[in-house]
Protein backbone atom coordinates (compact mmCIF):
# COMPACT_ATOMS: atom_id res chain seq x y z
CA UNK A 1 0.00 0.00 0.00
CA UNK A 2 0.87 3.36 -0.77
CA UNK A 3 0.26 5.92 1.79
CA UNK A 4 -0.32 9.14 0.67
CA UNK A 5 0.44 12.26 3.14
CA UNK A 6 -0.45 15.72 2.13
CA UNK A 7 0.82 17.64 4.71
CA UNK A 8 0.92 21.41 2.51
CA UNK A 9 -1.97 21.90 0.99
CA UNK A 10 -0.60 23.76 -1.12
CA UNK A 11 0.41 20.66 -3.09
CA UNK A 12 -3.73 20.01 -4.47
CA UNK A 13 -3.45 23.35 -5.34
CA UNK A 14 -0.72 23.06 -7.65
CA UNK A 15 -0.81 19.54 -8.88
CA UNK A 16 -4.37 18.73 -8.28
CA UNK A 17 -3.26 14.78 -9.55
CA UNK A 18 -0.47 14.59 -6.87
CA UNK A 19 -1.77 11.79 -4.85
CA UNK A 20 -1.86 9.78 -8.21
CA UNK A 21 1.08 10.20 -9.94
CA UNK A 22 2.73 9.47 -6.28
CA UNK A 23 0.84 6.33 -5.90
CA UNK A 24 1.90 4.79 -9.39
CA UNK A 25 5.13 6.37 -9.18
CA UNK A 26 6.00 4.92 -5.84
CA UNK A 27 3.95 1.28 -7.07
CA UNK A 28 6.17 1.15 -10.04
CA UNK A 29 9.45 1.81 -8.18
CA UNK A 30 8.27 -1.08 -5.62
CA UNK A 31 7.19 -3.56 -8.61
CA UNK A 32 10.28 -2.94 -10.73
CA UNK A 33 12.29 -4.78 -7.66
CA UNK A 34 9.74 -7.04 -6.99
CA UNK A 35 9.16 -5.42 -3.68
CA UNK A 36 5.88 -6.26 -1.93
CA UNK A 37 5.26 -3.77 1.40
CA UNK A 38 4.25 -0.80 2.53
CA UNK A 39 5.43 2.97 1.89
CA UNK A 40 4.33 6.58 3.20
CA UNK A 41 4.96 9.66 0.93
CA UNK A 42 4.80 12.81 2.54
CA UNK A 43 3.84 16.11 0.45
CA UNK A 44 4.92 18.89 2.33
CA UNK A 45 6.64 22.40 2.64
CA UNK A 46 10.32 23.07 2.48
CA UNK A 47 10.23 23.98 5.96
CA UNK A 48 9.04 20.29 7.13
CA UNK A 49 11.93 19.26 4.63
CA UNK A 50 14.75 21.47 6.35
CA UNK A 51 13.89 20.31 9.39
CA UNK A 52 13.88 16.55 8.96
CA UNK A 53 16.58 16.84 6.90
CA UNK A 54 18.51 19.04 10.19
CA UNK A 55 16.99 16.81 12.10
CA UNK A 56 18.08 13.53 10.57
CA UNK A 57 20.77 14.41 8.90
CA UNK A 58 22.36 17.47 10.13
CA UNK A 59 21.68 19.28 6.79
CA UNK A 60 20.06 22.53 7.89
CA UNK A 61 18.43 23.64 4.33
CA UNK A 62 15.17 22.11 2.37
CA UNK A 63 15.66 19.28 -0.28
CA UNK A 64 13.34 18.22 -2.97
CA UNK A 65 13.23 14.47 -1.39
CA UNK A 66 14.39 12.77 1.66
CA UNK A 67 14.18 8.95 2.06
CA UNK A 68 13.81 7.45 5.42
CA UNK A 69 14.35 3.49 4.56
CA UNK A 70 12.54 1.45 7.52
CA UNK A 71 14.65 -1.27 9.27
CA UNK A 72 13.66 -4.83 8.96
CA UNK A 73 10.13 -5.56 10.12
CA UNK A 74 7.37 -8.17 10.13
CA UNK A 75 4.88 -5.39 8.62
CA UNK A 76 6.31 -5.09 5.76
CA UNK A 77 6.80 -1.61 5.98
CA UNK A 78 9.46 -0.25 4.03
CA UNK A 79 9.98 3.34 4.25
CA UNK A 80 9.07 7.13 4.51
CA UNK A 81 9.41 9.72 1.49
CA UNK A 82 8.81 13.72 1.88
CA UNK A 83 9.05 15.74 -1.11
CA UNK A 84 9.33 19.35 -0.73
CA UNK A 85 6.96 21.54 -2.73
CA UNK A 86 8.61 24.81 -2.80
CA UNK A 87 11.75 23.14 -3.93
CA UNK A 88 10.67 20.97 -6.45
CA UNK A 89 8.52 23.75 -7.72
CA UNK A 90 11.84 26.14 -8.92
CA UNK A 91 13.69 22.86 -9.91
CA UNK A 92 10.90 21.43 -12.34
CA UNK A 93 10.83 25.16 -13.71
CA UNK A 94 14.77 25.76 -13.66
CA UNK A 95 14.83 22.45 -15.86
CA UNK A 96 12.12 23.44 -18.16
CA UNK A 97 9.94 20.37 -16.93
CA UNK A 98 6.52 20.07 -15.99
CA UNK A 99 5.99 19.50 -12.15
CA UNK A 100 4.09 16.49 -12.23
CA UNK A 101 7.07 14.56 -14.49
CA UNK A 102 9.93 15.82 -11.86
CA UNK A 103 7.12 14.45 -9.03
CA UNK A 104 7.41 10.77 -10.62
CA UNK A 105 10.82 11.53 -10.86
CA UNK A 106 11.80 12.07 -7.58
CA UNK A 107 8.97 9.39 -6.26
CA UNK A 108 10.78 6.68 -8.25
CA UNK A 109 13.87 8.38 -6.74
CA UNK A 110 13.06 8.16 -3.02
CA UNK A 111 11.38 4.68 -3.41
CA UNK A 112 14.13 3.52 -5.37
CA UNK A 113 16.56 4.65 -1.80
CA UNK A 114 13.92 2.76 -0.10
CA UNK A 115 14.46 -0.53 -1.47
CA UNK A 116 18.73 -0.44 -1.28
CA UNK A 117 19.28 1.78 -4.43
CA UNK A 118 21.99 4.24 -4.08
CA UNK A 119 24.30 6.85 -5.94
CA UNK A 120 27.59 7.15 -4.22
CA UNK A 121 29.93 5.98 -6.58
CA UNK A 122 29.43 6.03 -10.67
CA UNK A 123 28.98 3.12 -10.97
CA UNK A 124 25.69 3.10 -8.20
CA UNK A 125 24.52 6.07 -10.12
CA UNK A 126 24.84 4.47 -13.40
CA UNK A 127 22.33 1.98 -12.37
CA UNK A 128 20.20 3.89 -10.14
CA UNK A 129 19.86 6.34 -13.22
CA UNK A 130 19.61 3.56 -15.36
CA UNK A 131 16.48 2.03 -13.98
CA UNK A 132 15.33 5.33 -13.16
CA UNK A 133 15.11 6.09 -16.91
CA UNK A 134 13.28 3.23 -17.84
CA UNK A 135 10.54 2.73 -14.86
CA UNK A 136 9.84 6.90 -16.18
CA UNK A 137 9.68 5.90 -19.87
CA UNK A 138 6.73 3.27 -18.71
CA UNK A 139 5.24 6.34 -17.04
CA UNK A 140 5.11 8.12 -19.52
CA UNK A 141 8.22 10.79 -18.52
CA UNK A 142 10.94 11.53 -20.50
CA UNK A 143 14.41 10.83 -19.22
CA UNK A 144 14.96 13.63 -16.49
CA UNK A 145 18.84 13.14 -16.86
CA UNK A 146 18.78 14.60 -20.36
CA UNK A 147 20.13 18.40 -20.97
CA UNK A 148 17.46 19.91 -23.36
CA UNK A 149 18.96 23.01 -22.76
CA UNK A 150 20.23 24.93 -25.82
Known amino acids: ?3 VEIEDVDWTAVLPEAETLVR ?3 ETALAADG ?3 DVTVLLTSDLAVR ?3 AT ?3 KDYATNVLSFPAPANPEAFVGDIALALGVMTREAAEQGKPLAHHLQHLVVHGVLHLIGYDHETDGDA ?3 ESLERALL ?3 GVP ?3 VDDAP
Open 24 to 26: RAA
Open 35 to 37: VVG
Open 143 to 145: DPY
Open 56 to 58: FRG
Open 51 to 53: ELN
Open 126 to 128: DRM
Open 137 to 139: DGL
Open 1 to 3: MID
